[in-house]
């Protein structure tokens, strides 16, 4: 609606996992290249925490791109929260393991697919990458005990699968009462909200990926942004996109405090209602 009236070719602050709009902070980079280097060196598993709205999703994607192709099948699992032989299930569908069983599958059988897929896989000089998303909803831990014991298949003593775990970070209180799978993990990666620069780094790296050549936000207006957001991607997102319609409907030339002041107020007296 807005794009014409900034000159953008694409929504810059859309929820999505387009890799133009990756923004490397300092967290964020210090995560993808721990995170990189266990899965390139194949380790069983790792994980990525952080709070909601730190963009663990846009990273644990970003990640998977750079991988090469011998770093295949990728699968991602974006609702982990069912039963154990649910989950196995589902898994060996996504492998792509051919023809399914009889529904409901049994674990065994479930198991067998999985590793059948994943000893032929490894054979051909593969690697399977398996990413669990919102994984702190495995609150069962006998959902996180049946990832653990995938852990176990292994191709001439190397794991036939990375796991990469990533969740809010009751995701890492939850593996702590898990020694056996807190050892099996390569490397554990907290996300941290975005320091005042990157804010304002964040936002000019949005606008510029998506086609802005001038600037938008007035120097005032990124500084009120991680003020009101804390500098939590999310939040960034919502608030810009409202400041870009409202200045589009006022018909601004650009944004300052006052436009990011009004908005933000708006927005907390509708999360008050």
């Known amino acids: 609606m807005y794009e014409a009236h900034w000159k953008l070719a694409a929504r810059p602050f859309d929820h999505s996992a387009d890799g133009r709009f990756y ?14 280097y266990a899965l390139e060196h194949r380790r069983g598993a790792a994980l990525l925490a952080g709070a909601a709205g730190l963009g663990k999703t846009l990273l644990a994607q970003t990640l998977v791109r750079q991988l090469g192709e011998s770093y295949s099948p990728k699968v991602h699992l974006v609702f982990p929260q069912m039963p154990p032989c ?27 697919r999985i590793e ?7 054979k051909t000089g593969r690697h399977a990458v398996i990413i669990v998303d919102e994984a702190h909803l495995l609150d069962d831990l006998q959902s996180l005990e049946t990832i653990r014991l995938l852990l176990n298949l292994e191709h001439e003593a190397r794991p036939l699968a990375s796991f990469l775990l990533t969740g809010q970070t009751s995701l890492l209180v939850a593996i702590e ?5 807190e050892e099996r993990l390569a490397v554990k990666c907290l996300l941290r909200r975005f320091k005042p620069a990157e804010t304002m780094g964040y936002v000019q790296h949005r606008l510029t990926a998506a086609g802005a050549k001038q600037p938008i936000f007035t120097d005032a207006a990124l500084e009120a942004i991680h003020q ?12 810009c996109d409202l400041a870009l319609l409202v200045g589009f409907a006022e018909e601004l030339t650009s944004i300052g405090p006052d436009q ?3 908005i933000s107020q708006e927005l907390a007296g509708v999360g008050a209602e």
């Open 23 to 36: 923004y490397p902070g300092e967290s964020q980079q210090g995560a993808l290249l721990k995170l990189r």
């Open 86 to 112: 649910e989950l196995l299930a589902y898994l060996a569908d996504q492998l792509g393991t051919g023809i399914a069983t009889a529904s409901p599958a049994t674990v065994e059988q479930s198991l067998r």
């Open 116 to 122: 059948t897929r994943l000893r032929d896989n490894a």
């Open 177 to 181: 009462r898990m020694p056996d799978l």
């Open 228 to 239: 009101e957001t804390l500098g939590i991607p999310r939040r960034i997102n919502r608030l």
């Open 260 to 262: 990011i002041a009004g």
